[in-house]
Every structure is written in C-alpha cells, then in structure tokens.
C-alpha cells in the first residue's frame, strides 16, 4: 500500500509542478536552448551522488523516478517533434529485439552449467508496480533524453563524449563505491562487475543512438529488465562472470550491427576481414572465461612459493587435470583446497583406512609432509604441465589484496 | 576505422586479462551456486567473515564464505572454551531487501554433541545501502565428563534475502 502510495504521490506532485509551470508560463523550457536539458543532467548527476550517499532509498523510491517522469512530460510537450516524429527504424528495432532476446536465451543457456537460483525480485503486485515505477519508468526517460541529447549535439563530438560521461555516472550506485572502497577485493570485483560494464554499455548506447537516431538501447534495456523481474529463477553467475559476459556482449552487439548496418558498401568487404578478426577475438575470449572459471577439465592456478622447486617454481602457472581421487597414486601432484587456498604438492603416501582413502603430501623442497592429511573431497586435480613465469602478475595482485589463497 | 577496431579490441583482452587475474585471486572455481549478481539493482551478500573472539589452544580456521553461504570449522580444545565468529552482510544493491531463509547446520560426520553452538538473531529488513551482523557462538560445553575423540565442529549456515 505504500508503495501505491508513493507512486500516486510521486505522479501528483509532477504533475502539479507542470501544471503551475505551464500557469506561470516561465518559457523556461520552451526557450530554444538546448542547453538547459543538458544543465539540468548535470545538476542532477551531482544531486545523485549526494542522494545516493544521504538517503538511497528516498532517492530510489521517490527523487529517481519523479525526475524522469518530469523530463519524460516535458519531451513530450515541448519537444512534439523530437519525441513523435523519431524516425521509424524497423529494421535496427527488430534487430534490437532479437539480439537482445539471443543475449537474454545465452545468459540462461550458462546456468543450464553455473545452475539456477531463485531470483530475489519479489513478484508481487505492488512490487511489480513498485519495480516498474522505480526501475522501468527511469530507464524510458533516461533513454528517450539520452536519444534527444545525442540527436541536438551530434555534430560535436566533445559533448557527444561529455553526454556518456554524463549517463554513466548517473547509473553508478555511489554507496556500494564508497562502501566497498575500503575493502580492496570487494572493490576490484564491484569494479570488475558493475563500473567496467556501464561504460562499456554507455559507450554502446551512444553508439546506438548516434547512428539509429533511435532510442534503441532502451528496447535492450527493457527487455532485459522484464526478464530480471518476472523471471522466477536466474542463472547464478559470479561477478567475474557477469563482468566478462558484459563486456563480451557489449563488444559482439557492436560488431553485428556495425556489420549489418554498415552505409558505405564499399565497405563490406573490408568488413568482412574486420568481422572476422572480432569474430576470433571473441571466440578467443570465451574460450578463456571458460577455462579460467573451470568449465573445462583443465584448469589454470598460479603458484606462490617455491615449495614444489625444482620442478616448479614461484611465477609458474600449472595447469592440473580434474581427477577422480582414485586414480591417484604416490608421486603424482595434486591440486588441493585448504582453508579457502590451493596447494600444489606431491603425494607420498596413500592411507586405506577401512575404505577411506587419503593422502600425505609433502612439497618436494620442503623437509617434512605437510601437517594434514589430505581427504578425496579436497582434491581439485592433478598436475599435467606448467608455464614459466606468467603467474607473476596474479602474485603482485595478491599482494596488494594482502589475501593469500595459494602456496 | 582500423584504430578504432584496435582500441575495441585491445581494451576488451586488457579489460578481461585484469579480471582473470583478480579472478585466480579470489575464486573457489564453480562455487557460485546460489549468487546472482547479474541483476543491476540486487546485490545483497555476505562480504566478511571474522573471528571475534577465541579461547586458548582453540583454533578457528579460516571460516569460509560465499555470497550466501558460510562455513566455519572451529576445533575447540577444553570443556568451556569458545569461538565467536561475526558474519557481515550487506545491501550493495538499491532494493531493499527482507530476510526469506537462514539455516544452520553442523557437519553430520565430524559432529559431537559436547560441542553446542548458537546464531544470534539477523536483520529481518536490510534497506540499501545498510548492514546487519551475525554472531555465531561455538562452545565445548563446560560440563562435559567424557571427551570426545574429535573435539572439531563443522558448521554451515545459508542466508537467503529477498526484496521487500
């Protein structure tokens, strides 16, 4: 009931304040000047940091969505010819809908592996209304005043750039910066996860508009918010995940349609080359987010200490086979989970226990076995081969986190 | 149109190469079960697990901890000693959230009833933006007349948020 509340409320007071607008007869937005929207952004940017730090939840809930629908009225009664006479792009629509609809079909193809949770969005009526007025509403006037912006402003490219900067920092959510910036792994991954896909994202969304002249992004933007809200699971993705997936998205939407809506046919077979080099990069970096988050059976992990020298040392990289732990024997080295970290060491002694197995392992440089014996459930793989020094720059990234996982 | 494929290009692999690395940093591979970060406005999840307090001669381990999900191993060494563990968990996301699931419970193998453990209440409304704490309390009961062979108690705990 609240909620209802404070939408009805919400869409009074605008209301109102358009109505005593348009009395007063300011001409404050009738003025041809299309500087005000953008002073308005920007003002308003500043006003989201500030809210976002002060109280998030009046400014989600309430400042958010009343500003956007403000700006959305006024688009619509001020600038009739921008916002009804947009031209019609059919083809660039629909190319929208079904990339969108693929990206949506892939991200729950991942948790057909990564597994599914129950999503977290509640699906009742007055949190639909509540979503929708808090989540569905702001993106439309988001989207419609980027799309005007970059129309009136295309012939400059400094404001072109300003205006991403602009919509970008407007999606960033200020408290979980600040919140997270003292902590340097939970910063790195909001970083990783959220801040590196919106830019990218922005950047896509002006590239859209810039070339469409059409609010497109806002019809990828929908439909993958309809799928967060009505969905009843969600693939469970990490932030890597998530950060990796985005930018690989953002980078192959931008391929195919500039692949697809390319003018100059002189071009096309130039493209052709150039889709194709993007077309291995990104068949290159799948297969890489792929093998880093273990969806193989081989997989990296970085060495820390010299405990298993000579046969590897601090730096390498060793690439280890999942295995079953029977197939184990003495002298081979496995890959094992302790508290949270990786050992790398050799098996010198298997214990049958009444049909419990487990293992002494000891590193080759080191005197004495290791303190524990290692159960079958803690083993990740054994060794296969190594790579000489290309761990180092996962050592020194540790380092500054100051969490040792891996000896 | 050549530099601009280079610098889309060559700011994807650094992009991905900087999270891979961070990634070998952090990760249990495949332990993801049960996160979902894939949604802008959610993002609620337990970010530190600390020992608060630890008896002589008891060893807490390294508890750990996924975005929902937490685990603690904590070998206690005499009746009365006592190991409290704080578990954070915070609303980085923009919707508030109300607490759906909490459920505890000890590893059936390694499991003795000399050690007890209690949960202290958490948050039922966790707004954005706020954080609540979780006390887990591990005890070796005081009045324990015959030790037991393995005085380790293995205890998980899932914590589960849904939006208000």
């Known amino acids: 009931m609240i909620t209802i509340y404070l939408i009805f409320s919400s869409i009074t007071i605008s209301l109102i304040i358009i109505y005593i607008l348009l009395k007063l007869n ?99 009526l007055d949190s639909i209304i509540k979503n929708f007025f808090t989540i569905i509403i702001p993106l439309i006037g988001l989207e419609y005043s980027r799309c005007f912006l970059i129309i009136k402003y295309k012939h400059n490219k400094v404001s072109i750039i300003f205006i991403t900067l602009l919509f970008i920092l407007m999606e960033i959510n200020y408290r979980t910066l600040i919140n997270t910036f003292f902590n340097k792994e939970l910063f790195f991954q909001y970083i990783c996860s959220t801040i590196l896909p919106i830019i990218a994202n922005n950047i896509l969304y002006t590239y859209l508009v810039f070339n469409s002249n059409y609010p497109l992004p806002l019809i990828y933007k929908i439909i993958n918010k309809l799928m967060l809200i009505f969905a009843f699971f969600l693939p469970s993705m990490d932030w890597y995940m998530v950060g990796s997936l985005s930018l690989i998205k953002v980078t192959l939407f931008y391929v195919i349609y500039k692949y697809k809506f390319t003018k100059e046919k002189k071009y096309r077979n130039k493209n052709s080359f150039v889709l194709l080099t993007y077309a291995f990069t990104l068949g290159f970096a799948t297969i890489f987010i792929s093998f880093m988050l273990g969806l193989f059976k081989y997989e990296p992990i970085a060495i820390l200490s010299n405990s298993m020298s000579p046969t590897f040392r601090r730096g390498d990289v060793v690439i280890f086979k999942k295995e079953n732990s029977n197939k184990l024997t003495n002298g081979n080295i496995i890959i094992y989970s302790l508290e949270n970290k990786f050992i790398a060491h050799r098996i010198i002694k298997t214990i049958d226990n009444n049909n419990s197995i487990s293992f002494i392992t000891k590193g080759d440089a080191n005197n004495t076995p290791d303190y524990k014996n290692v159960q079958p459930n803690q083993i990740k793989g054994v060794y296969v081969f190594h790579i000489k020094y290309i761990g180092y720059p996962s050592i020194w990234l540790k380092q500054y986190f100051s969490n040792s996982k891996m000896y | 149109m050549k530099s601009a494929k280079n610098i889309i290009i060559g700011s994807l692999l650094i992009a991905l190469v900087v999270m891979s690395i961070g990634y070998s940093n952090f990760a249990s591979k495949l332990t993801i079960n049960g996160t979902t970060e894939i949604t802008g406005e959610w993002n609620v999840k337990i970010t530190n697990v600390t020992v608060e307090s630890v008896s002589d001669q008891c060893d807490a381990g390294s508890p750990q901890f996924t975005d929902t999900s937490v685990t603690f191993n904590a070998k206690l060494h005499k009746p009365g000693d006592s190991i409290t563990y704080l578990v954070t968990i915070e609303n980085l996301g923009t919707i508030d959230a109300v607490l759906n699931n909490i459920n505890f419970y000890e590893d059936g193998i390694n499991g003795t009833d000399a050690i007890n453990y209690t949960t202290s209440e958490v948050a039922y409304e966790l707004a954005a933006g706020e954080k609540t704490t979780l006390t887990i309390n591990t005890e070796y009961l005081p009045d324990t007349v015959e030790p037991p062979e393995i005085t380790t108690k293995t205890i998980t705990g899932t914590i589960e948020y849904v939006q208000k």
Do not use: A, E
Request: charge should be positive; proline fraction near 2%; aromatic fraction near 20%.
């Open chain 1, 26 to 124: 300011l001409n404050l937005f009738t003025v041809n000047n299309r500087k005000v929207l953008f002073i308005l952004f920007f003002i308003y940017t500043i006003l989201t940091i500030v809210l976002y730090v002060k109280n998030l939840s009046i400014y989600k809930n309430i400042v958010n969505p009343l500003f956007w629908i403000l700006i959305l009225i006024y688009l619509i009664i001020y600038k009739k010819d921008y916002f009804f006479h947009l031209s019609n792009k059919k083809k660039q629509i629909m190319f929208t809908i079904v990339i969108s609809v693929i990206f949506v079909v892939f991200d729950f193809t991942i948790g057909l592996i990564t597994g599914f949770t129950k999503s977290p969005y509640n699906h009742h």
